[in-house]
């Protein structure tokens, strides 16, 4: 018998499990921080989302609020967050784990399947929480909540660059093979026929022979008609998926140049173009996100998807809402840029849209209209490190959920980073504290 193949199976050892008290460091920020966090809050919140008595048991509530606030902090995707997991004692300490596991505790497919049941109000509880968090253990001061900083940017979506011919080329991929899963006989499919036509374009267009491009982007346009028609003859019993690509695809050959509802997207509809008069990105795909942030401290309190690329000032007075109903406090003045001039927000908070000459003010305001520009750098890390950037997520409220869960990346990285200042200022002081107090007498006796 091989005794290194005995080891490896013996059931004894199983016994002297590592507890993560045990094993991680209490000074950790995410040690200190799994402390400060109310978890019982959640468990009450999302109780009626789940059947207690029918079907398999859920998981556990503060495993997956642990894992997607995570996944959002450090960048991460679904499948790297669950793999992460397994090798990093001080997440599953986070996450509520007792012992030190070491195979993975979900399938990454159970995280977006958990955020579908959540909606937008599930992600702004966690969202508050991290609010509150902050309010308990002094890294946000109420104070701050009185001056807040709005403005929107754009959410693009995880797309290609939405051009004529590729959306052409792509709807018939996708009612091809639809028509071959449902067993319908297509008189021809155009795929290599498809393929080429869409390359030809593509290199006319590069050499600036437009003429010629837009002779393949009428051949492409065509041959989607043809497959349009020919399922729509053959396929009497359609679903309500193969109906849905259809009215897609009618939807895509109809559209004229100057429309203003497009679609740019076969497999995401509710893609938008937006134009934010950027100089090195002039149109982006996606959606309008509103934010909120402190003017001291920039910790998001408010953060809200929005379609139909609305006017920026009619979103502010639902910005203010959500930022009272996530803090608890209602600001007492908000500022805003140029944009959202002719907001028509009343109430108790004062709207200070920020001029471009400051002279004839007061320097106190002034100085607090200086930092209404702290809310770019913050998009910037928002996009940059909390994937806002391409969002992946699917549908309206793929949206919604990744605009807060993004602000929660962000809210609990500045609660690691206080927390470690915290810490490190402790250590300081018990260093200095040695240092000058003076030694104790020897004892001769």
Known sequence: MNPKASAHTDPQRDLFRIELQHLVDRRHPLVQLAVQIHWEQFESSFAPLFCADNGRSAC????????????????????????QWVENPYWQYFCGGKFFEHRLPIDPSSMSRWRGRLKEAGV????????????????????????????????????RFPT???????????????AQQRGIGLRQSYARVGRWTLTRQQRYASAQQFGRARRMTK???????????????????????????????????????????KLYSVHAPEVECLAKGKAQKRYEFGCKVSLASTSRGNWIVG??????????????????????????????????????RGHGVAGDSEIQVVPRKRRHLAKSLRRWMNRRAAIEPVIGHLKSEHRMDRNRLKGRMGD??????????????????????????????????????????????
């Open 60 to 83: 556990p509530v503060r495993l997956m609020i642990g894992l997607h606030y995570l996944k959002h902090t450090f960048d991460l995707s679904d499948e790297d967050t669950v793999a």
């Open 219 to 261: 051949r492409l346009h065509t041959l989607l008609g043809r497959v349009v028609r020919d399922i729509e003859r053959k396929s009497t019993k359609r679903d309500p998926a193969l109906t849905e690509l259809l009215q897609r695809a009618r939807r895509l050959l109809a559209q004229q140049r100057t429309d203003s509802e």
């Open 124 to 159: 702004e509880t966690m969202l508050a929480e991290l609010i509150a968090t902050g309010l308990r253990s002094g890294a946000i001061r109420p104070s701050m909540l009185e001056r807040i900083n709005v403005d929107t940017t754009v959410q693009e979506k995880f797309i």
């Open 400 to 445: 919604q959920l990744n605009a807060v869960l993004s602000a929660c990346g962000f809210n609990l990285r500045k609660l690691l980073r206080a927390f470690f200042c915290l810490d490190w200022l402790a250590s300081l002081l018990a260093v200095l504290r040695f240092l000058v107090l003076p030694a104790p007498a020897p004892d001769h006796h």
């Open 303 to 340: 953060a809200r998807a929005l379609h139909g690329n609305p006017y920026d000032g009619h979103t502010l007075g639902g910005a203010l809402q959500q930022v009272e109903r996530l803090s608890g406090q209602k600001p007492r003045m908000a500022f805003v840029d140029l944009g959202y």
């Open 164 to 178: 004529d011919a590729r959306l052409y080329d792509r709807m018939r991929e996708r009612l091809v093979r639809a």
